[in-house]
């Protein structure tokens, strides 16, 4: 095993005049990449951060912060990529508990900086992206002479991430080089990349699924970042860009199918798509791939603990599916990736028989060691080396994994306890709805009582009593909601994953 700085050079010298990263009428090869990184790596120095420091990122996706993520692995710092949606005070708690001295932020999100919460870190920001302007990232690596490879170890922390917060404060997650490396290493065969691929890094890279893009530098793939994600924004970057893989989760996929002119965009250079933070409804996988036909299609679950994938449920996995009207194994989230152990396992940690109900344990050299600054935390979550994802699934006797709930989303109603992805799977079968999600709420009678917080489609007129009548029949009455919200738009992380902390705060009464 190396680090991600010796793998950056090894693809160097292996395709040094390819190109490495595109932005509109910039490439920059592998070799002219490189050398920004040691120029980076060089600046990172010279702002006196030392082998081990932490620096923050607040920036949207961008072939300057890539220089900086690398810059970091170069020179051993580590890059703490800040998610910019959080307010001021998240920010400060994350960049305190990250111990991090200097930060870095782009010029669109400068405006932060007045606020009284960043005081600390303002007068020593360094802005990115800002051209010309004293200072700035671009002018400290320009002045900032190429410098040697840090030496560093396969465990040492590469990069420190937080979670998204779905439920509750976020956590840092740091990631070795290790962890990193194996997870690309072990999900590259599903995936297929060749030199030739155009990787898009549209998942934020403050997300753990940016990490993903990993797998095309270890292949020598080209690099295109999208600041920003809109539906047409991103028809058009395929288009123009030459986009042969990326990441998305459903919510995206769902919305730029629905682009009007869909057809006028050439996206032919598209083979593959990775989907994931989610599940798709059954109807929407089929809705893809009649709009996009080719396109290789492979939902992967992870989290930010697992560099992040655990397990992938292949192209070939969702075509079999089709092809035999399996659509239930569509609902699987695949496999586990070659050198994952993955268990379903009892309160007691002890493995539950196929089939039955249990909380998703893994352990791989891509599973992170803990959180920081979270050792209650980490005998709870790490116990005996399982990782205890704080997912419910089962298992099939073919070793196909099928995610049940959060345990925090399970909701126990008048003794019975219902997965809430159930329910919701159920209320996306009707076509007035386009989004939903299901939450527990206190009930005199019952301790919990379901409540679905419902998006209705374009155009529809939804009533309680319609929704009702539509889930009987198909799943136990205990499970059908009785308590149903219409909304406007469901609270969602970067990604695309509701927040249902936040959907239970807003109706905790």
């Known amino acids: 095993?190396?680090?991600?700085?010796?793998?950056?050079?090894?693809?160097?010298?292996?395709?040094?005049?390819?190109?490495?990263?595109?932005?509109?009428?910039?490439?920059w090869t592998y070799s002219e990449f490189l050398d920004r990184v040691q120029r980076a790596a060089g600046a990172l120095q010279g702002l006196g951060l030392e082998p081990g420091h932490r620096f923050g990122v607040i920036a949207p996706n961008s072939m300057e912060n890539?220089?900086?993520?690398?810059?970091?692995?170069?020179?051993?710092t580590v890059p703490v990529p800040v998610n910019v949606r959080l307010a001021p005070?998240?920010?400060?708690?994350?960049?305190?508990?990250?111990?991090?001295?200097?930060?870095?932020?782009?010029?669109?999100?400068?405006?932060?900086?007045?606020?009284?919460?960043?005081?600390?870190?303002?007068?020593?920001?360094?802005?990115?992206?800002?051209?010309g302007e004293e200072?700035?990232?671009?002018?400290?690596?320009?002045e900032a002479g190429p410098v040697p490879m840090h030496t560093g170890r396969p465990d040492d922390e590469a990069i420190l991430l937080y979670t998204g917060g779905t439920t509750g404060r976020s956590k840092g997650v740091p990631l070795t080089h290790r962890n990193i490396l194996s997870d690309a290493l072990q999900c590259a065969p599903a995936f297929g990349p060749v030199r030739d691929d155009v990787y898009l890094h549209a998942a934020p890279m403050f997300h753990s699924a940016d990490l993903l893009g990993t797998i095309w530098f270890l292949f020598g793939g080209a690099h295109a970042y999208m600041p920003a994600f809109s539906p047409a924004g991103l028809l058009k970057t395929i288009e123009q860009q030459g986009i042969t893989f990326t990441m998305l989760p459903p919510t995206m996929i769902i919305m730029a199918l629905q682009v009007p002119g869909l057809s006028d965009y050439d996206l032919s250079s598209l083979r593959g798509l990775i989907y994931g933070a989610s599940p798709m409804a059954v109807e929407w996988i089929r809705r893809t791939t009649e709009a996009l036909p080719g396109v290789e299609l492979h939902q992967g679950y992870g989290l930010t603990e697992t560099s992040p994938l655990l397990s992938i449920l292949t192209w070939e996995a969702h075509q079999e599916a089709l092809r035999a009207g399996a659509?239930?194994?569509?609902?699987?989230?695949?496999?586990?990736?070659?050198?994952?152990?993955?268990?379903?396992?009892?309160?007691?940690?002890?493995?539950?028989?196929?089939?039955?109900?249990?909380?998703?344990a893994a352990r791989g050299a891509n599973i992170t060691q803990g959180y920081l600054n979270r050792d209650e935390e980490?005998?709870?979550?790490?116990?005996?080396?399982?990782?205890?994802?704080?997912?419910?699934?089962?298992?099939?006797?073919?070793?196909?994994?099928?995610?049940?709930?959060?345990?925090?989303?399970?909701?126990?109603?008048?003794?019975?306890?219902?997965?809430?992805?159930e329910v919701e799977a159920?209320?996306?079968?009707?076509?007035?709805?386009?989004?939903?999600?299901?939450?527990?709420?206190?009930?005199?009678?019952?301790?919990?009582?379901?409540l679905a917080v419902i998006v209705p489609a374009e155009g529809a007129l939804l009533t309680q009593e319609e929704i009702i009548e539509h889930c009987r029949g198909k799943i136990g009455g205990y499970k059908i909601p009785r308590r149903i919200r219409f909304e406007e738009a469901?609270?969602?992380?970067?990604?695309?994953?509701?927040?249902?902390?936040?959907?239970r705060k807003l109706y905790a009464e």
């Open 426 to 450: 159920v209320l996306y079968q009707h076509a007035g709805v386009h989004e939903a999600a299901v939450i527990g709420v206190r009930d005199e009678t019952f301790g919990e009582a379901l």
């Open 327 to 360: 659509y239930e194994r569509l609902k699987s989230c695949g496999r586990p990736i070659p050198c994952v152990e993955l268990r379903i396992v009892d309160e007691q940690g002890r493995e539950v028989p196929t089939g039955e109900g249990g909380e998703v």
């Open 66 to 76: 890539a220089v900086l993520f690398y810059g970091g692995y170069w020179s051993g």
């Open 1 to 27: 095993m190396t680090t991600m700085a010796e793998m950056l050079w090894s693809t160097m010298l292996q395709h040094r005049d390819r190109p490495a990263v595109l932005d509109g009428e910039r490439t």
């Open 378 to 421: 980490n005998r709870r979550t790490i116990r005996n080396g399982w990782f205890h994802t704080g997912d419910l699934g089962r298992k099939d006797n073919e070793g196909f994994v099928y995610l049940l709930d959060r345990k925090k989303d399970m909701v126990v109603s008048g003794g019975e306890n219902i997965y809430t992805s």
């Open 490 to 503: 469901l609270p969602k992380n970067a990604l695309g994953k509701v927040l249902k902390t936040e959907l």
């Open 89 to 131: 005070p998240e920010i400060r708690d994350v960049l305190e508990d990250a111990h991090v001295s200097r930060l870095f932020v782009d010029s669109a999100f400068r405006a932060l900086l007045d606020e009284e919460a960043l005081a600390p870190w303002r007068d020593g920001a360094i802005p990115v992206r800002a051209p």
């Open 135 to 142: 200072g700035s990232c671009e002018t400290l690596f320009a």
